[in-house]
């Protein structure tokens, strides 16, 4: 008869078996992709999805902005001036604010060039629109989807109707993309190196406004990728605003050191107004594309190409699988 309860409780035992463990896959284990053991996947992932994205949504040729992430158009700047003398006539000790009073009458010269980048970057996006009705090559406006001259360059495509284009990085003091980029458009890098990676690729032209350290690191970023044949291009690159550029920088002195061939130093556009900014990089755009038409691009590298789009859109067809 003992044995009876005791049969009874193993077979209540058998009869709450509790469920098996269900783990996420490991491409959905967030703890892990935010790893150090997952970085390269992060990696990865910075340099494929934003190339499925732009091919997508048909961003083939981006012509780069680049500029001060201080610059303001003329209403913030007369607010922030006026802040900045009100906080010195509050604190005529501290020399904090006396300093930031200083700085902000110096970056008054970036007001006008401000409009110009805009106004740029609205005729671009006219002009690439009306190339597109013909069925001819377009062209969209791309920044680094901050404030500043980069923001001036979005509005202008924004004010234009057309795509825009936000390569951005994930900076403390910047919670989001500045609001004239295209959603669809707009990315936030992590790593600065595959975000160059992007600026770089689809590039097709560069137009440069006045800025700092950044600014400078883009553009000589992208004249070292021509110097040295990784961009076989021979891109456009107008600077905006001529006495900032040939004061900040002797160019003529790195050809007489020897250091740039005049080849280099020449390729550079100097000017001040749209009008002049735009006929440039228009004039070079058509340079490059006569360019490409008197040498295509290498079967090898056309299958390349398009075997590379072929697994980005295969990849983004099966994402859901």
């Avoid at 097709?204 to 076989?232: N, R, W, Y």
């Amino acid at each position: 008869m003992a044995a009876e309860p005791q049969k009874r409780k193993i077979e209540e035992a058998d009869a709450v078996v509790p469920l098996g463990p269900k783990p996420p896959k490991a491409y959905k284990n967030g703890d892990f992709l935010n790893s150090h053991n997952a970085r390269l996947i992060r990696v990865m992932c910075e340099l494929q999805e934003p190339g499925q994205r732009l091919d997508a949504h048909s961003a083939e040729n981006i012509v780069m902005f680049f500029g001060s992430a201080r610059a303001k158009p003329k209403a913030q700047y007369e607010e922030a001036l006026s802040k900045a003398e009100a906080n010195v006539a509050a604190h005529p000790e501290d020399a904090g604010a006396k300093a930031a009073l200083e700085r902000i009458k110096k970056q008054a010269f970036l007001v006008p060039l401000f409009d110009v980048t805009t106004e740029l970057a609205r005729r671009l996006t006219e002009w690439s629109k009306s190339r597109a009705l013909e069925g001819k090559a377009s062209y969209a406006v791309g920044t680094g989807a901050g404030p500043g001259m980069m923001e001036a360059a979005n509005k202008g495509a924004y004010l234009a109707n057309g795509p825009s284009v936000g390569f951005g990085i994930s900076l403390p003091f910047e919670d989001r993309l500045n609001p004239y980029v295209t959603p669809e458009l707009g990315f936030e890098f992590h790593y600065f190196f595959t975000r160059k990676f992007w600026m770089c690729y689809k590039c097709m032209g560069l137009v440069v406004a006045p800025g700092g350290l950044g600014t400078c690191d883009e553009l000589f970023e992208l004249m070292t990728l021509m110097q040295t044949g990784k961009i076989k291009r021979k891109l456009p690159v107008i600077l905006i605003g001529k006495k900032f550029w040939k004061a900040c920088i002797n160019w003529e002195a790195f050809v007489e050191y020897g250091m740039i061939s005049e080849g280099d130093a020449s390729q550079l556009i100097f000017v001040d107004t749209a009008e002049e900014a735009f006929e440039a990089l228009t004039r070079g755009i058509l340079a490059v594309e006569d360019a490409e038409k008197s040498n295509p691009p290498s079967p090898k590298l056309k299958a390349a190409k398009a075997a590379l789009n072929g697994n980005l859109e295969d990849g983004a067809n099966k994402a859901g699988a």
